[in-house]
């Protein structure tokens, strides 16, 4: 993989949360992006980004392997491991999930679920990007 297609460690978990959305997206032809991202945001998968054990696992991986990611054979420098770690945590607290509190007895999202959602929104929006600039239109499915 050349250093120009290489994908940016912190958009691992991007990549994960794209991919799951669009099958969602694929296994319900009929609903929109938006649609998908809020049936995401009730599967265990959510709950795997959410609570910060996407992130846990895959550090506890890396500290495993003497910091040597599997994927791409390289070493992750600390500064690398602190940005993965400021990521989870911004995860766990934008992703907060309250259970059966997710709308309003008017139907709109509650403020916290809204939070969620526009953060899911702009990860998923931050993997296009960079599929747009390493010109891999091919991986571009949600087109958002």
Request: include cysteine; charge should be positive; proline fraction near 3%.
């Amino acid at each position: 993989m050349s250093s120009k297609t290489e994908k940016p460690y912190v958009l691992r978990v991007a990549e994960f949360i794209y991919l799951k959305i669009n099958e969602i997206k694929i296994q319900n032809p009929e609903i929109n992006n938006i649609q998908a991202f809020e049936i995401f945001m009730s599967t265990k998968d959510y709950d795997f980004v959410s609570s910060g054990e996407f992130h846990n696992k895959w550090l506890l991986e890396l500290k495993n392997n003497d910091f040597i990611d599997n994927k791409t054979g390289k070493k992750i420098n600390n500064e690398t491991l602190r940005l993965l770690e400021l990521q989870k945590d911004s995860m766990i607290k934008f992703l907060i999930k309250i259970p059966k509190l997710y709308y309003t007895k008017s139907h709109f999202p509650l403020e916290i679920s809204q939070r969620a959602f526009d953060h899911l929104w702009r990860v998923c929006e931050s993997y296009e990007m960079w599929c747009k600039e390493t010109k891999q239109n091919n991986l571009i499915k949600l087109n958002l």
